[in-house]
T-cell receptor, first 113, second 115 residues
Framework: DVKVTQSSRYLVKRTGEKVFLECVQDMDHENMFWYRQDPGLGLRLIYFSYDVKMKEKGDIPEGYSVSREKKERFSLILESASTNQTSMYLC????????????FGSGTQLSVL | GESVGLHLPTLSVQEGDNSIINCAYSNSASDYFIWYKQESGKGPQFIIDIRSNMDKRQGQRVTVLLNKTVKHLSLQIAATQPGDSAVYFCAESSISGAGSYQLTFGKGTKLSVIP
């Protein structure tokens, strides 16, 4: 079965902290994505990666960075967390060509106080 | 600041009835469409997809219809069950300005099944 695992289900951090959200997929997928999901705004793409050490900005990259050192792992980094980054963060992966369905993790609910 | 609507469109259906959830997409160049189901506290789960060279595709208890003329997508769920209660949203895939494929997600419809 396809599996995308996010390291934390819930996180509470303080303003200004550096936050790491980890995501691992076991399907040997080339493509990995980070979204955030907010009520009324739906899913918005933060960053994505089509290969190891490769990254591309999505629609809302400001305040975030990513790292993809290994094919199976894609990390989202909040360099200095702010309250407006409180959100549900969803990691996803897809294989083959980029124009394929995404498989999502269970999400990380991040609260920045 | 931007006004944010917190309320999703809601569809209430009696258990056993058929459900139809609609989605209007924006890009006439989109060539791939997906329906996802998201239960409370979980990540989105793939239900069914369709490519633009088709107008109908069936799965187990679900059917997706694509009308490219009016840029409309629908998801039909047969014999709706309590376990179908969730938020459903569509996604369209098209090539972005940077030349890569990107999925654009709809805001979602909340399906409530009445036992």
């Amino acid at each position: 079965d396809v599996k995308v695992t996010q390291s934390s289900r819930y996180l509470v951090k303080r303003t200004g902290e550096k936050v790491f959200l980890e995501c691992v997929q076991d399907m040997d997928h080339e493509n990995m994505f980070w979204y955030r999901q907010d009520p009324g705004l739906g899913l918005r793409l933060i960053y994505f990666s089509y290969d190891v050490k490769m990254k591309e900005k999505g629609d809302i990259p400001e305040g975030y960075s990513v790292s993809r050192e290994k094919k199976e792992r894609f990390s989202l980094i909040l360099e200095s967390a702010s309250t407006n980054q409180t959100s549900m963060y969803l990691c996803a992966s897809s294989g083959g060509t980029p124009n394929e369905k995404l498989f999502f993790g269970s999400g990380t609910q991040l609260s920045v106080l | 600041g931007e006004s944010v609507g917190l309320h999703l469109p809601t569809l209430s259906v009696q258990e056993g009835d058929n459900s139809i959830i609609n989605c209007a997409y924006s890009n006439s160049a989109s060539d791939y469409f997906i329906w996802y189901k998201q239960e409370s506290g979980k990540g989105p789960q793939f239900i069914i997809d369709i490519r633009s060279n088709m107008d109908k595709r069936q799965g187990q208890r679900v059917t997706v219809l694509l009308n490219k003329t009016v840029k409309h997508l629908s998801l039909q769920i047969a014999a709706t069950q309590p376990g179908d209660s969730a938020v459903y949203f569509c996604a369209e895939s098209s090539i972005s300005g940077a030349g890569s494929y990107q999925l654009t997600f709809g805001k979602g419809t909340k399906l409530s099944v009445i036992p």
